[in-house]
Nanobody
């Protein structure tokens, strides 16, 4: 079973940037379309960015133009570059397949945007 580990979160001021990483344990991960999800306080988990195995991308309207998803299949890693961060981006960020059936969810990485 593929395992994913998210990293790169932290505390950042509004307008700042962070780069998240999602490292997967199995090489089959490179065949999957992958998504970055987030779950803010008191909110449901939402899909904010997706990337297919060949690099096509799609974004939620709330992050379009500010976030960029990329992948390095040689490293079984997917990245999320987040720029112009806003307080409403505060959430735990997770990566997984972009659709059911999902692999095991990781612990996520906390992103807090605050002055």
């Amino acid at each position: 079973q593929v395992q994913v580990v998210e990293s790169g979160g932290g505390l950042v001021q509004p307008g700042g940037s962070l780069r998240l990483s999602c490292a997967a344990s199995g090489s089959i991960f490179r065949l999957y379309a992958v998504g970055w999800y987030r779950q803010g306080p008191g909110k449901q988990r939402e899909l904010v960015a997706q990337i297919t195995s060949d690099g096509s991308t799609k974004y939620a309207d709330s992050v379009k133009g500010r976030f960029s998803i990329t992948r390095d299949n040689a490293k079984n890693t997917v990245y999320l570059q987040m720029n112009s961060l806003k307080s409403e981006d505060t959430a735990v960020y997770y990566c997984n397949k972009d659709r059911f059936p999902y692999v095991n969810w990781g612990q996520g990485t906390q992103v807090t945007v605050s002055s």
